[in-house]
């Protein structure tokens, strides 16, 4: 339905994941012990994209006939892979939450996925849609957006790449790809450049590792 009636556009930047990446290596096995879930990219950029949303509030939103309907929460989907297909369970107030809340809340929704544990409402009323095809070690993916919702983002695999740096050196940087997938009846591509570009922003700056993080 989504597909055949929302005229889809994409997007996609390259990010640079190189402090994340060490950053999970380094803390992993203390935030497992201390919060009972596992420390993933995953969690990081599904934070990031509930604080962007802040800033350009249409992601966060659906089209009912011809009418607009802004979210009031961010209520994010995550993607999971189960022996059916897909399931997208609901991280309910995702803006609300934090590093460690975000990753535990992945987690517990995933288990119950793969379980088939889920009730109805887990995967109702989303607003916006994570998915990582990176798992399967793809590079890009052009999602499909989830009906009604107007966007969803798609992680790519994380690879080491050769890059140019700021002082006009060279080094080798953890890169990842995040695709915008976008209903062009409601946003155009000047907008989604500025969503994805403020995620790339949160992933850079240091509020994002949080005070339950840095006291680990």
Not at 35 to 50: E, P, R
Not at 144 to 158: D, N
Not at 179 to 190: A, I, K, M, N, Y
């Amino acid at each position: 339905r989504s597909f055949y009636q929302a005229p889809h556009a994409s997007l996609v930047i390259e990010v640079d994941v190189t402090n994340i990446v060490k950053f999970i290596k380094k803390q992993k096995e203390r935030f497992l012990e201390k919060y009972g879930s596992k420390l993933t990219i995953t969690s990081f950029v599904a934070l990031a994209m509930a604080k962007a949303v802040h800033s350009y509030p249409l992601i966060n939103a659906s089209l009912e006939d011809n009418t607009i309907l802004l979210k009031k929460f961010v209520h994010l989907g995550i993607a999971v892979s189960v022996d059916e297909g897909v399931m997208v369970p609901v991280i309910r107030q995702a803006e609300k939450l934090s590093l460690s809340e975000m990753s535990q809340k992945i987690a517990a929704l995933a288990e119950k996925s793969r379980a088939s544990k889920l009730h109805p409402d887990d995967t109702q009323n989303g607003s916006i849609t994570l998915t990582n095809f990176g798992i399967a070690k793809a590079k890009i993916g052009i999602p499909i957006i989830r009906f009604p919702e107007v966007a969803i983002v798609g992680m790519g695999a994380i690879e080491k790449k050769v890059v140019a740096l700021e002082d006009d050196t060279i080094g080798i940087r953890s890169m990842m790809h995040l695709s915008l997938t976008f209903d062009h009846r409601v946003l155009d591509g000047l907008y989604g450049c500025g969503f994805l570009a403020e995620i790339k922003q949160q992933l850079k700056q240091q509020e994002l590792f949080d005070s339950d993080i840095k006291n680990l």
